[in-house]
């Protein structure tokens, strides 16, 4: 029985190296990307990635490995010391309508109701006024909020509030989803709830997102690849693509001993890091920690 589950994780999990991902056919390439903040702390050195389009890519690491770093860099908002992003061959230079940037805080407009949220979204994309109800309330019912489309956020919960700004985020239909611990604000039930949720609206659009997360069973719940990363510099340690079908359950055993397995992955990163010198943070300004999102709207603090 052991035999034949360890079997099943280690047959669903393969390491890519990356060359195995070519940057000519990614939607996302990162090269030899590098960015040290003011205070000389080394976010991120020699980082390549390529991500496929249609891949949910997890970025997973401990505190401080650069997940929002490089999530940032994808988004246009940190512009790297050293290195390239480019989306579709294209070297970005900023933020941009192909990309949109989801964090912890839903941010949404306190005054504006749950359609008023999405369809003042879509008038800033330039989609038209006689599409945007109706675009509007398909992606509502999408994220199960029908019945609350003239709510208030403040009368909603945090988890409905999180559905109504993945629904916005959806209904802008950007080529890339930007994810940073969307829903580590949410009671464990609920996270799981829109893990399945997320995980379901992914399967049937295939979006290509990249989801930052420290938390391993959320990783392997959602990813079709988890990157590890670790930390002091941050860089990426290991890319593993993860074949468990979709759509998964959280208490799946195999999922559950893939965990385990990644648990113990990172505990050797964590042991084999060398510890840095404090810096100060304070006097810096530069993003992750001060930044706008992608949408334009103002970046709650973090
Ligand atoms: N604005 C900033 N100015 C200076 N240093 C920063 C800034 N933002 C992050 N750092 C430092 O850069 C390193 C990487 O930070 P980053 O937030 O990208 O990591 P992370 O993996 O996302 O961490 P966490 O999971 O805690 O959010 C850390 O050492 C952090 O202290």
């Given at each position: 029985m052991?035999r034949a589950l360890?079997?099943?994780?280690r047959?669903s999990?393969?390491?890519?190296?990356?060359?195995?991902?070519?940057?000519?056919r990614?939607k996302?390439?990162?090269?030899q990307?590098?960015h040290?903040y003011?205070n000389?702390?080394?976010?991120?050195?020699?980082v390549?990635?390529?991500?496929?389009s249609?891949?949910?890519?997890?970025?997973?690491?401990?505190?401080?490995?650069?997940?929002?770093?490089?999530?940032?860099?994808?988004?246009?908002?940190?512009?790297?010391?050293?290195?390239?992003v480019?989306?579709d061959?294209?070297?970005?230079?900023?933020?941009?309508p192909?990309?949109?940037?989801m964090?912890q805080?839903a941010?949404?407009?306190p005054w504006l109701?749950?359609?008023?949220?999405?369809?003042?979204?879509?008038?800033?994309?330039?989609?038209?006024?006689?599409e945007?109800?109706?675009?509007?309330?398909?992606y509502?019912?999408?994220v199960?909020?029908?019945g609350f489309?003239?709510?208030l956020?403040h009368?909603?919960?945090g988890?409905?509030?999180?559905?109504a700004?993945?629904?916005r985020?959806l209904?802008?239909d950007?080529?890339?989803?930007?994810?940073d611990?969307p829903?580590?604000?949410?009671?464990?039930q609920?996270?799981?709830?829109?893990?399945?949720?997320?995980?379901?609206?992914?399967?049937?659009?295939?979006?290509t997102?990249?989801?930052v997360?420290h938390?391993v069973?959320?990783?392997l719940?959602?990813?079709?690849?988890?990157?590890?990363?670790?930390?002091?510099?941050?860089r990426?340690?290991?890319d593993l693509?993860?074949h468990?079908?979709?759509?998964?359950?959280?208490?799946?055993?195999?999922?559950?001993?893939m965990?385990?397995?990644?648990?113990?992955?990172?505990?050797?990163?964590?042991?084999?890091?060398?510890?840095?010198?404090?810096?100060?943070?304070a006097?810096?300004?530069?993003?992750p920690?001060?930044?706008l999102?992608?949408?334009?709207?103002?970046?709650?603090?973090?």
């Amino acid at each position: 029985m052991l035999r034949a589950l360890l079997g099943r994780w280690r047959s669903s999990l393969r390491f890519l190296r990356p060359a195995d991902v070519s940057a000519a056919r990614a939607k996302i390439s990162v090269t030899q990307l590098g960015h040290r903040y003011g205070n000389k702390v080394v976010a991120l050195k020699d980082v390549d990635l390529n991500v496929r389009s249609g891949e949910f890519v997890c970025l997973l690491g401990p505190s401080g490995c650069g997940k929002s770093t490089l999530l940032y860099a994808l988004a246009g908002h940190v512009r790297p010391t050293g290195g390239t992003v480019s989306i579709d061959g294209q070297s970005i230079g900023g933020p941009g309508p192909d990309r949109l940037l989801m964090f912890q805080e839903a941010a949404l407009f306190p005054w504006l109701t749950v359609r008023g949220n999405i369809t003042f979204a879509l008038a800033a994309r330039g989609v038209p006024r006689a599409e945007r109800k109706e675009r509007a309330d398909q992606y509502i019912r999408r994220v199960q909020l029908q019945g609350f489309e003239d709510t208030l956020p403040h009368q909603l919960s945090g988890g409905m509030k999180m559905r109504a700004s993945l629904a916005r985020a959806l209904a802008v239909d950007p080529t890339v989803l930007l994810m940073d611990e969307p829903f580590g604000s949410l009671d464990a039930q609920t996270r799981i709830h829109m893990q399945e949720m997320l995980q379901s609206i992914w399967m049937r659009t295939h979006k290509t997102v990249v989801f930052v997360t420290h938390d391993v069973h959320e990783a392997l719940m959602l990813g079709s690849r988890v990157v590890l990363m670790a930390p002091r510099p941050g860089r990426i340690v290991r890319d593993l693509e993860v074949h468990l079908p979709m759509p998964r359950h959280p208490d799946d055993a195999a999922l559950t001993e893939m965990v385990r397995h990644i648990q113990g992955l990172l505990r050797e990163v964590e042991r084999d890091s060398v510890p840095e010198p404090e810096f100060p943070h304070a006097s810096s300004t530069e993003a992750p920690s001060a930044v706008l999102p992608v949408s334009g709207m103002p970046r709650p603090a973090r």
